[in-house]
């Protein structure tokens, strides 16, 4: 298996991460066009902050993301960016938000480095994720 690294003017890495936001209250919100529009969200959010999401997927009331980062950032940036962007496209949008609150996740987070999974198992446990109805 042929590794591929990050090549950048002062470094060369292999940051990746998994990451889970869940709605505010844990309520079953989430539907496919939400996901949809989130997913877009998360994406502009990376090209601007040059990361790459290799695989996103979500259930009702959850999302699960697999990020590929470089080293000048940190994953708590990357968090804020991504739940502060998608709650606000997601207000925008006028999809519902958990009982008529400001955002919709809840404050934290879920963050795992990968590593100890082969990438393909991790791929292939989001993309076996529940789709909400």
Known sequence: M??????????????????????????????????????????????KMNFQILEFNGEADHVHLLVEYPPKLSVSQMVNSLKGVSSRRYGQAGLPKPDGKKSLWTPAHFSASVGGAPIEVLKQYIQNQEKPS
């Open 2 to 47: 042929t590794m591929k690294y990050r090549r950048e003017h002062h470094s060369v890495s292999d940051l990746k991460a998994h990451l889970i936001f869940v709605t505010k209250y844990r309520q079953k919100i989430l539907t496919a066009e939400g996901l949809t529009l989130i997913q877009s969200a998360f994406e502009g959010v990376a090209q």
